[in-house]
């Protein structure tokens, strides 16, 4: 909408708001301003239907307001105010626009809390809490930024927890020390079929020290190496190689949690115990945890159920070291970590493979 006030002569004062007059409903985030030629502007103000003003900023030379806060959705929002010609003469700011109101909106969490300090091959994830129809939409809304220079992409993995997840992981294993903050600015964004995005999130966060676990089944040793250090070797006890439902998995495994004591249940071998010190290194039930039971054959025999049993003692000692995002690469085995085996398989993937799992490299 466009307003014009004569300002003497030849002179014209033109009041321009953004969205034009008639423009469909816009999202909360799309450009909104009022904007003067030939004049000034002394008084703006945007007003909710049901609340209060929105807060604004006028330009230096009083030419430009634009809004200070986010709008709503759902929302009819009328100008109020005046400019002043070149002669003093106010022409009024009048006019209205609406927001889009969403039939539904979609939530979204980020794994990594704010202020947490992680390992180098932990994932970002991004997970919503429906299904994502416009992943290039959605996708251009996420942003990571690094200290270090980091080589990375998204890539949309199947749906789970009751939505979409977008996973973020750079190139290589993330340099140590790393500061990274994720943002997901996914208010205003239509993500399809009239859902919208329901808040932005985001976190700041740090990569921790350099601990690789290197797990070759075949030495039935686990070695942990810090910063290219070996720092522990224990004698562990990997899945037994005669049976492929008990072989520990191959592949660059991720830590995602830990427990004191985990409950371990197996209908298809009739187990059911309470194992200790377990750290979980796939969502397909793989661990390295404390096995009392076979500590007479670890370090000469594979004899597990797919896990890594390791001593009491070596059990502990381990799960007091780990991070969120750790790498466990687990090599000698015939029966390779694919996206069969949970949540996090994004390392099973080679770069190129991998980057084609984005939805913005499919536009391209």
Same mark, same amino acid.
């Given at each position: 909408m466009s307003l014009v006030g004569c300002a003497g002569g030849s002179d014209t004062t033109r009041i321009v708001l953004q969205p034009v007059a008639g423009a469909p409903p816009i999202s909360p985030v799309a450009p909104v301003a009022a904007t003067v030629t030939s004049g000034e502007l002394r008084e703006v103000t945007l007003t909710p239907d049901g609340g209060p003003p929105v807060p604004g900023t006028l330009s230096e030379d009083h030419t430009r307001w634009t809004p200070s806060a986010p709008l709503d959705y759902g929302k009819t929002y009328t100008w109020g105010g005046s400019a002043e010609d070149g002669s003093g003469r106010a022409v009024p700011v009048r006019g209205s626009f609406r927001t889009v109101k969403p039939a539904s909106l979609t939530g979204a969490r980020l794994n990594i809390a704010d202020g947490g300090v992680v390992g180098i091959a932990a994932p970002i994830i991004v997970q919503f809490d429906g299904h994502v129809t416009d992943k290039e939409a959605a996708e251009r809304a996420l942003s990571v930024h690094t200290s270090v220079p980091t080589e990375g992409s998204w890539g949309w993995l199947q749906d789970d927890l009751g939505?979409?997840?977008v996973f973020w992981r750079p190139k290589d294993y &993330?340099?140590?020390?790393?500061? /990274? *903050? /994720?943002?997901?600015?996914?208010f205003g964004v239509d993500l399809g079929k009239g859902s919208f995005g329901e808040r932005n999130v985001s976190a700041n966060f740090t990569i921790g020290r350099a601990q690789v676990v290197k797990a070759d089944v075949g030495s039935h040793q686990l070695v942990v190496q810090r910063d290219g250090v070996e720092v522990a070797r224990y004698e562990a006890s990997y899945g037994k190689e005669s049976d492929p439902d008990r072989n520990t998995h191959n592949g660059i495994h991720v830590v995602t949690e830990k427990f004191t004591d985990k409950r371990m249940v197996n209908p298809q071998y009739h187990y059911d115990v309470m194992e200790h010190w377990a750290v979980r290194i796939s969502n397909n039930g793989e661990f390295i945890h404390a096995n009392p039971e076979t500590t007479s054959v670890q370090g000469e025999a594979n004899v597990s159920h797919g896990c890594v049993n390791l001593s009491t003692a070596d059990a502990k000692a381990y799960f007091d070291s780990v991070l969120y995002g750790d790498p466990v690469e687990v090599t000698g085995s015939p029966v390779p970590l694919s996206a069969r085996d949970g949540d996090i &398989?994004?390392? *099973?993937?080679?770069w190129p493979s991998w980057q084609k799992l984005s939805a913005l490299h499919r536009e391209s």
């Open positions: 939505g979409s997840r &993330w340099k140590p020390n790393t500061a /990274v *903050t /994720v943002k997901a600015d996914l &398989w994004v390392w *099973t993937l080679d």
